[in-house]
């Protein structure tokens, strides 16, 4: 007991008191020895000190868990003060230090993912509703891996089908291989997809050490058909709806340190993408960065402040200017992107159909105050605008630019967020569709 006291004086003392990981126990494994052996390496083996021990046994349970090996993550941790007598210990990385350090013994609970699942129920995300019912099965290997069929039916998506398998490994990798299918209707066409998509992806955590960009690698095959729904359609949009092949090879990387993607009270994200489409040989190039930061009021509502920049580019490698179908192209405006706008209210029209634009760039600038301190429910003030063309130099001119303000009101959920505005647009373009009044969004990604 006296030792116990000891050793809990020395930690509250000094929370950097130096550390080894000198044994691992588990009364039951559910996945394979030589992962728990990878992620011990990765994670808690390379702490030193007591406050990186408790930072990398965070990670250490994320990463159980996010990768589908186990459903929860508990432990006994058994603690005693080593002399210079004691056995090399498992962590070799070690600085030798003046004070004998603490040995730690972790003793691992691991409940076990249930190997097959089926659920139904709704999705949110820009502005759409989904339901949806899915069948799962999982870790049935003990690698982690996940065998998904998914099958979706909503206000804009007539049907989709899902078929997914999903592999971890290594503690920070991932890859899936997909086969899918969609048929979606926007703005009076249906758009049908069918094809196959493979993904490689990292996932360093933030705190894991000096790897904060994650990438991202996929490629893409799909058949597609564009087909009109309206009687009203203009002739640029019945020129479209057609049957092609798309063949592409996305690559992205992204440094995100934000506490939360909904609604970030802290943080930033830069992201990078660059889709080559090998078929009809053009280039597409986005980018966005956002900051997030905050401050405490003395009424004890914590204040958010959230700055966006977003922008995205073709470019073409056979010719001067590149042929881009039109479910491709870019198109902007709508309550979860450039508000005080319709929903692919932004850039050329051709009668009331929206044309989409090879260049765009959109900002934006929130503050969000909660109703009352931890409410989830928040106060909205904004400002936002862009531009979206098919000539990259109209983008440098800020006074062609479509910009609005506005306040609302908004809910922010861990897995969507809602809001309700009220929009005024400042500057438009002659085609610009605006929105004078109330809009909501309802999604995960906001400007």
């Known amino acids: ?5 000891k050793i809990q004086a020395l930690i509250n003392e000094n929370p950097h008191y130096p550390v080894v990981l000198t044994s691992i126990n588990t009364s039951n494994l559910p996945f394979n020895a030589t992962i728990l052996r990878d992620y011990v390496q990765h994670t808690i083996q390379n702490a030193t000190t007591m406050a990186e021990y408790i930072q990398h046994q965070q990670i250490f349970n994320e990463k159980l868990i996010s990768n589908g090996l186990v459903e929860n993550v508990d432990q006994n941790l058994t603690v005693q003060l080593l002399n210079k007598q004691t056995p090399k210990p498992l962590s070799s990385s070690m600085v030798a230090q003046s004070v004998p350090p603490l040995g730690l013994s972790p003793y691992y609970q691991f409940t076990p993912v249930k190997k097959f ?86 996932s360093y955590h933030r705190f894991s050490g000096k790897h904060v960009w994650n990438h991202a690698i996929s490629f893409e095959s799909c058949a597609r058909t564009m087909k009109n729904n ?4 203009s002739l640029s949009v019945l020129f479209q709806c057609q049957e092609d092949w798309k063949n592409s090879l996305t690559y992205t990387i992204s440094n995100d340190t934000r506490d939360n993607h909904v609604s970030p009270t802290m943080g930033h994200l830069l992201k990078f993408s660059n889709e080559l489409e090998v078929t009809t040989l053009w280039n597409k190039f986005q980018l966005e960065a956002s900051k997030a930061t905050s401050t405490i009021l003395s009424s004890g509502r914590q204040v958010s402040f959230i700055g966006t920049l977003k922008g995205g580019t073709f470019a073409s490698l056979a010719t001067a200017s590149p ?23 932004l850039g050329d029209k051709d009668h009331v159909d929206s044309l989409g634009g090879n260049h765009y760039m959109s900002y934006g600038l929130s503050m969000m105050c909660p109703l009352k301190p931890g409410s989830n429910f928040k106060w909205h003030l904004f400002f936002n605008g862009g531009k979206l063309c098919n000539d990259a130099k109209k983008l440098v001119k800020v006074q062609e630019h479509s910009t609005a303000i506005g306040f609302g009101i908004l809910y922010s959920h861990p897995s969507a967020r809602f ?26 990604s906001f400007l």
């Open 117 to 202: 699942s089926a659920k139904t129920g709704s999705k949110i995300g820009n502005g759409e509703g989904d339901g949806y019912l899915e069948f799962q099965l999982r870790n049935y290997f003990g690698t982690g891996e996940k065998f998904i069929m998914d099958v979706q039916k909503g206000t804009k998506t007539k049907s989709s089908v899902l078929l997914q398998y999903q592999q971890p490994f290594k503690v920070w990798y991932n890859t899936s291989l997909s086969f899918f299918q969609n048929n979606r209707k926007v703005s009076g066409c249906t758009y049908e997809l069918s094809g196959l998509k493979f993904d490689f992806l990292t």
């Open 1 to 5: 007991m006296e030792d116990q006291e």
């Open 419 to 444: 809001e309700l505005n009220f929009t005024l647009p400042i500057s438009a373009s002659e085609t610009d569709l605006q929105r004078k009044g109330f809009q909501y969004g309802l999604g995960m």
């Open 323 to 345: 042929y881009v179908p039109y479910i491709d192209k870019f198109q902007n405006g709508g309550g979860n992107d450039i508000r005080g706008f319709d929903f692919m209210g």
């Open 230 to 233: 309206s009687r009203m359609k």
